[in-house]
């Protein structure tokens, strides 16, 4: 299975960008993490497909809206009233079988990870 993400760009802030990763394979949930030079990763937001549960970290509830589709292969980040607080490399992630991680948002939660795209936004 691989992802492959894209959609980042350079926006204003207030502005919105719309991420999307796809993967390969199946898979249980998949999630958006962020990077920034000299920070951990950090966790964004995640979709399971069963239920269709979802989670926000708080940083972004509000402005961010995690979707998927394409049969649960394809997972989106609408991205609203953008700050430059937001400006990061973003890294999608899949929970794959047999794995079924309990944990959603953290990173050992996930087993496969896309290449990062970047997003930067200007004040």
């Known amino acids: 299975v691989q992802l492959q993400a894209s959609g980042g760009g350079l926006v204003q802030a207030g502005g919105s960008l719309r991420l999307s990763c796809a993967a390969s394979?199946?898979?249980?949930?998949m999630a958006w993490f962020r990077e920034v030079p000299g920070k951990e990763r950090e966790f964004v937001a995640a979709?399971?497909?069963?239920?269709?549960?979802?989670w926000y970290a708080d940083s972004v509830k509000g402005r961010f809206t995690i979707s998927g589709g394409n049969g649960k292969r394809t997972v989106y980040l609408q991205m609203n009233n953008l700050k430059p607080d937001d400006t990061a490399v973003y890294y999608c992630?899949?929970?794959?079988?047999?794995?079924?991680?309990?944990?959603?948002?953290?990173?050992?939660?996930?087993?496969?990870w896309g290449r990062g795209t970047q997003v930067t936004v200007s004040s």
């Open positions: 992630a899949a929970d794959l079988p047999p794995s079924r991680h309990i944990i959603n948002t953290a990173e050992n939660g996930y087993d496969l």
């Open positions: 979709l399971r497909w069963s239920g269709g549960t979802t």
């Open positions: 394979g199946s898979n249980y949930k």
